[in-house]
């Protein structure tokens, strides 16, 4: 959750003009996204959401992400269109920083999935590889297995004061991963942090698809391996393979995956365990304790990272 | 700005079928309020403003809060209406907290108010004595003058690492305000708390007044203290007469008041000072550095209770 920046209404509302969505009736910053302040803009046409980017999303980036979601819609996802200026911009300007508008989607975002929520998170999933077919802009994955060594070493050894020993044990496990690791998946367009917060619903069925800043170009597998960590897991971190299950089957109902993914799924669950676990532990040992956002524990994937390096067989994911 | 609870959402959906507002189709926290958690939530139906009372409201005075609203909506203040559940109810629980939903209002709080704001305030300001009237809850002040060496002890000698002298300084003026305050002037029921973050726009046209978990009932001049405070001073701490000025032709437009009201004002904005202050100061002392809220700074009330200090007739606000 994070609101950084105070809007001026005055800068707001010549801000709105430049779209064509009438007049501002309120604007009420939201708790949500950690990169990013966010605002419920409505109008006399109806809801809307600003989304200011702060430092941590790359301007360059934002006609990847902003193009992307236009791409995505236009294929039919259900996810944020980011409207235009007058003049046909997606990308503007407020309080000194990029700004964007986007449609507002219904939904909430369930709390605690179900197996029917997951089923609809694997449709979409492979929905959305799909919808990703000819997006003429490329981003690299920025944390990928290349970028897992230096973000390690930048915890480096604070890594034991979270557990004794995680520094060796991750290292070592990183050597296996990059050893390991398959190169020549189907790729495409992924989302790459398709956490139950980023999923709407409305009566269990899925809604909305929100927060592409970290969709980049990567093995569609990967993508699934990150939904495997997200939202397959209890809160007391056994692996609920029914979820998983249906999970799949909601993926393949759309999206058939070769022989080749299936096997690589424990490598790549594990490799997705440890982005997130590294990217936490980072963020867990440099917020100072003042910051307005919280850290996320990362031992939650400390435990996911063993139960996927424990896994032989891709079975144990629901596969049949 | 404040966002403390997170509602799950199969416990929202329960809460809200108590009402008739039909599907609900988003939660989102938003960043208003101090004391408690708010949300807009959206259903077919429109934006409504949900409320989470945390504990630094007593629930003892929610009665009053909630009922004040209704009371002062049914007389036609631009004020937030607390819905009714088919039982009959404003106030409900959610999240094992006392929780209550009231109606949303359109516009924007004024970043830089302006004299044309302050007319409006004044207008509404007055309104709201009048709409009082008849309000059979009675809350008493728990900030005022019998509050204010209580809460000065409670800061303490560590007043004094904020401004060297300050303890002395603000025992000496409690000491003369204690002696001079005025006892017999219109009482009713006041905002106690309005502040431009308090008050809604349309274009330069008030359209709403909300957070009413300071009001109380006081001498009716004592609240407009509040907002000579509140709304005319500048951004380097000089007092800006004109908007005084338009505050006051706003308000005696609606509701005149009496001499000895007048005569009062440079006490009274002094006392308005001493509160806001005080409660400023204990915050600024006592908020962990890694609270969530940042607390404000008192400097601003130091300044504005010199000035005070200093005025010698009503006329210096602007009074013809």
């Given at each position: 959750m994070a609101v950084y920046t105070e809007i001026d209404d005055d800068a707001l509302v010549a801000f709105m003009?430049?779209?064509?969505?009438?007049?501002?009736l309120s604007c009420k910053g939201i708790a949500e996204g950690i990169e990013n302040s966010n605002f419920i803009v409505t109008t006399s046409t109806g809801p809307y959401i600003l989304t200011l980017y702060e430092?941590?999303?790359?301007?360059?980036d934002l006609p990847f992400f902003l193009g992307l979601m236009d791409h995505l819609a236009a294929a039919g996802l259900p996810c944020p269109v980011p409207l235009r200026t007058q003049?046909?911009?997606?990308l503007s300007e407020l309080a000194d920083r990029p700004a964007a508008l986007v449609t507002f989607l219904a939904g909430m975002w369930p709390r605690r999935p179900e197996p029917a929520h997951c089923r609809g998170v694997g449709e979409t999933l492979a929905a959305l590889h799909l919808a990703g077919?000819?997006?003429?802009i490329r981003r690299p994955n920025a944390l990928g297995p290349d970028a897992w060594p230096a973000l390690l070493q930048a915890s480096g050894r604070d890594a034991d004061t979270v557990l004794p020993g995680l520094f060796r044990k991750l290292s070592a496990s990183l050597d296996r991963l990059t050893t390991a690791w398959p190169t020549d998946l189907p790729s495409g367009v992924i989302h790459a942090d398709l956490f139950p917060d980023n999923v709407f619903f409305r009566q269990d069925r899925l809604s909305g698809v929100i927060d592409f800043?970290?969709?980049?170009?990567?093995?569609?597998a990967y993508d699934i391996a990150i939904c495997l960590n997200a939202w397959c897991f209890e809160p007391d971190m056994s692996f609920n393979v029914t979820k998983a299950r249906r999970f799949l089957k909601g993926y393949q109902s759309v999206r058939t995956l070769s022989e080749a993914e299936v096997m690589a799924m424990p490598i790549l669950c594990e490799g997705a365990s440890m982005r997130f676990l590294l990217t936490r532990l980072y963020d867990w040992l440099h917020t100072?304790?003042?910051?307005f956002v919280t850290p996320k524990d990362p031992g939650e994937y400390i435990k996911k990272l063993d139960f996927h390096a424990n896994v032989k067989e891709p079975q144990a994911y629901g596969f049949d």
């Open positions: 003009a430049a779209y064509d969505v009438g007049e501002v430092k941590r999303v790359a301007i360059k003049a046909g911009e997606t077919e000819g997006f003429p800043y970290f969709a980049c170009n990567d093995a569609f100072p304790e003042d910051a």
